[in-house]
């Protein structure tokens, strides 16, 4: 058995780590529950905005950022969501814009360490840092964007000015119908350009590194291109570390954020 001395000092050192914890135990139960908590590090994890030491057990949690937002003025940051019928989830909220609550889908910086040349797998999931370049994940676009009806928004910095591209309507279908993308009708940014996505890109399934979903009959877009995408052609919108295009606007882009926020608009 362990010597007098060697057992004090592991009952220190049990003792050290239960005090170094940072999270209380409601907290932590919190943490276990939410599905893409493996995207944060520890530091993120303990700054989630809506969470506090008595975690969120006696709160009620909002389907989306907008929910959140609703009556108050809420900071931008890293929150807690939960899509009707589906696990927790963190995601970044935008809240100071003009029309608060917009859940943040990518973020990507022309050079970024991110790479978004990845499998299909985890294109599934939360990669990156969602302070900073990332991909929220397609299984939790679908589950956020079955739930209501969402517009989007393209947000792409051309190194002179900001663009913004808004449609009236975003969702994507489920894994088995590979992520189909579905778009509203554009209802900003200038004529040639807000229909690309429209004519190129709408009704596109995903595609991957290794998935070749596309319309190019001899090559993988997202090989080509570098990143996973709605391709049609390799041609056309794409946004990742190596290439961010939105033709007609930028060839090369300096960063692009695709925000989506819950929308009582009627059909159009
Ligand atoms: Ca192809």
Redesign the pocket.
Known sequence: MFPHRTLSFLVLVIFAVEKCSAFTPVYSNLLRRIDNIGALTEEQKSRILNANSDGLEKVKMKQDCMALNRNANKSSGIYVIQPKGHKPLVVYCLMDTPGKGWVVLQHVSKKSNTSFARSWDIYEHTFGDLENDHWLGNEYINWITQQARYEVRFLIDTGFKKVEIDYVSFNIENGTNKYKLRLGAPISGSQDEKVLMINKNDNMLFSTIDQ?N?K??N???AQVVGGGWWFNTCSSVVFNNQQIRWPGICDNCQSATILIRRTFANCK
């Open positions: 070749d596309d190019d009959q090559q993988n877009c």
